[in-house]
C-alpha cells in the first residue's frame, strides 16, 4: 500500500532513488539535482524570448517526433513513480489556476499529499489550446474521471520535481532552477525539448520583446512597466532547438564548494 508523500524528504529520496535506477540518464548524478548557485544572465533570457517570439507555431521534424515521443515516455515513467508512492492527482477544470503562488503549492502539496493540475484544455497559454501539439495528445492516464493529456502529466512531474521538491519559486530563478534541476531526469537529447517547453515560455513571459520599451525592460514604477498579473501567456510553440542553447542555459549555474 502506498505510504503517501508528504514531507521534503520523501519528495528528495523519490528524485534520486529515481536517477539511481535509470542508467539511461547518462552521465547523470544525484548531486546534479542540487541547488547550486545561480546568476541570471538577463542576455541569455532576452535572446531565449527573442529566439521563441520569432518560432513558428509548429516546426515539426523527424528529429523532433522522435525526441518528443522520448520526452512523453520519460515523463510517464516519473509519473507512475510519484502515483506509486502515494500523491493523489486531481484534474483542476477552471480558467484559474488552483494554487495562488509556488508558497501555496508547495505547501498545500506537502501537507494534503494531493495536487491538483491545471488541465491544459482549461487554461494554456494565451487562450484555449487549440491546433497540433505533440504533449495536447491523450495520454491514457485517468484521475478522477478525466484523461490527462501528456501535457498535463508534464506539467505535475514538473509542478512535482521541480517546484515542490526544495520550494522552487515561479518567478525566473525558481522557474531556471526547477528547469535545472528537472533536466536531470531526463536523457541529454530530451534536454532541447524541456527547454523549449518550460525555460524558453519563461523568458518569453519575464523578458520578452513584447514588455520592452524603446528596447529596455521598465521596472516597476516606471512607464510602460507590465506587473506579471497582466502579462500574456506564452504560447506553446513546437521548433528545433540547438544543444549549445541548452548549454548556454546550464552555464548559468556554478557548483559551490568549501
Aim: charged residues 25%; aromatic residues 10%.
Amino acid at each position: 500500500m502506498a505510504r503517501g508523500l508528504r514531507s521534503t524528504a520523501d519528495f528528495d529520496a523519490v528524485m534520486r532513488s529515481y536517477v539511481e535506477g535509470h542508467p539511461q540518464l547518462s552521465g547523470t548524478s544525484v548531486e546534479q539535482l542540487a541547488a547550486p548557485k545561480l546568476t541570471v544572465d538577463e542576455r541569455f533570457c532576452r535572446d531565449m524570448a527573442d529566439l521563441f517570439d520569432r518560432a513558428p507555431m509548429l516546426d515539426w521534424t523527424d528529429d523532433l517526433v522522435e525526441r518528443y515521443e522520448m520526452f512523453k515516455r520519460e515523463n510517464l515513467k516519473q509519473y507512475r513513480v510519484i502515483r506509486a508512492e502515494g500523491l493523489d492527482v486531481r484534474p483542476w477544470n477552471a480558467p484559474r489556476g488552483p494554487y495562488r503562488d509556488s508558497r501555496h503549492l508547495v505547501r498545500s502539496v506537502r501537507e494534503t499529499g494531493v495536487l491538483r493540475v491545471h488541465l491544459t484544455s482549461a487554461g494554456h497559454g494565451p487562450g484555449p489550446a487549440t491546433g497540433f501539439h505533440p504533449l495536447r495528445t491523450p495520454s491514457g492516464v485517468v484521475e478522477h474521471g478525466v484523461e490527462l493529456t501528456h501535457n498535463d502529466v508534464f506539467r505535475v512531474v514538473h509542478d512535482v520535481f521541480g517546484h515542490v521538491v526544495r520550494g522552487n519559486g515561479f518567478g525566473p530563478r525558481g522557474e531556471f532552477r526547477a528547469a535545472r534541476a528537472h533536466l536531470a531526469m531526463y536523457p541529454a537529447a530530451v534536454g532541447p525539448v524541456l527547454v523549449v517547453e518550460q525555460v524558453a515560455q519563461i523568458c518569453w513571459f519575464f523578458y520578452g520583446p513584447h514588455l520592452r520599451v524603446d528596447g529596455r525592460l521598465p521596472t516597476r514604477g516606471e512607464p510602460g512597466y507590465t506587473p506579471p498579473d497582466r502579462r500574456p501567456y506564452a504560447e506553446q510553440k513546437v521548433f528545433p532547438l540547438e544543444r549549445h542553447h541548452v548549454a548556454r542555459f546550464l552555464g548559468q549555474f556554478k557548483e559551490e564548494h568549501g
